[in-house]
């Protein structure tokens, strides 16, 4: 059932390690299929080296497994609530890179320190707050989902593709499992750089917003112009 959509998050999911963003089985992708409402994600702790699109796990938006023998990723509830509630996205990408999650354990969002930043993220890259002793002890996973929308609030998640949880990683996401990788890509770079910017003048000025402006609407949105 659904081959299309199970080998799509496979090859996203292949994509960790071929990027250097994973490290051992440090990480996951999902993909959605919106009309029949079935969600496709890694199993939890499969070594990516041996991972087949017989491995991938179809569950329902209950989080219930509907195909598979292998148990879905333990972040499985997180992916579930993003899917609930950012409507328009079709694939989640969870790693532990390097960069990012130093940022995410640091408590820190990204600000915009250039165009790279400002080509996909229109604006900071957030941080959640702490999740609480009882959020982490009852339904952690699915509490992470909801701290994320909670930073949401008033962002636009298809204009910030991602997002740092405090102490512990990155989440981005797209319109497909592929772009959701894409953009972990882009946030690690992002992470690094910005990283090296505070390490060269502690406190730089971020990115004026007409820079951000034009950086970000030049490949999003009707005026876009980038690319062929």
Avoid at 6 to 27: D, F, H, I, S
Avoid at 130 to 152: C, H, M, P, Q, R
Avoid at 158 to 185: C, M, Q, R, Y
Wanted: hydrophobic content about 35%; charged content about 20%; aromatic content about 10%.
């Amino acid at each position: 059932m659904l081959e299309k959509l199970k080998q799509a998050v496979l090859e996203a999911n292949l994509e960790l390690p071929k990027r250097g963003l994973v490290t051992y089985t440090w990480g996951n992708v999902s993909g959605i299929d919106r009309e029949r409402g079935l969600i496709a994600i890694k199993p939890s702790g499969v070594p990516y080296d041996s991972l087949t699109i017989d491995d991938i796990v179809l569950l329902n938006m209950d989080g219930e497994v509907v195909e598979g023998n292998l148990r879905p990723s333990s972040d499985a509830p997180t992916h579930v609530y993003l899917y609930k509630y950012f409507l328009n996205i079709g694939g989640v990408c969870h790693t532990h890179s390097r960069w990012a999650t130093s940022w995410a354990q640091a408590g820190m969002g990204i600000p915009v320190y250039g165009t790279t930043h400002a080509d996909y993220f229109y604006g900071e890259i957030p941080c959640t707050r702490d999740l609480t002793k009882e959020e982490v002890e009852s339904a952690y996973e699915a509490n992470t989902g909801k701290v994320i929308v909670e930073t949401f609030e008033n962002l636009d998640p298809i204009a910030i593709p991602g997002v740092l949880v405090k102490n512990h990683a990155p989440f981005t996401w797209g319109k497909d499992a592929a772009e959701a990788v894409h953009n972990s890509v882009v946030l690690e770079e992002v992470a690094m750089m910005a990283f090296h910017c505070r390490e060269i003048t502690h406190m730089p000025e971020p990115a004026k917003q007409y820079i951000l402006d034009k950086h970000y609407h030049r490949k999003h949105g009707s005026g876009a112009y980038y690319g062929q």
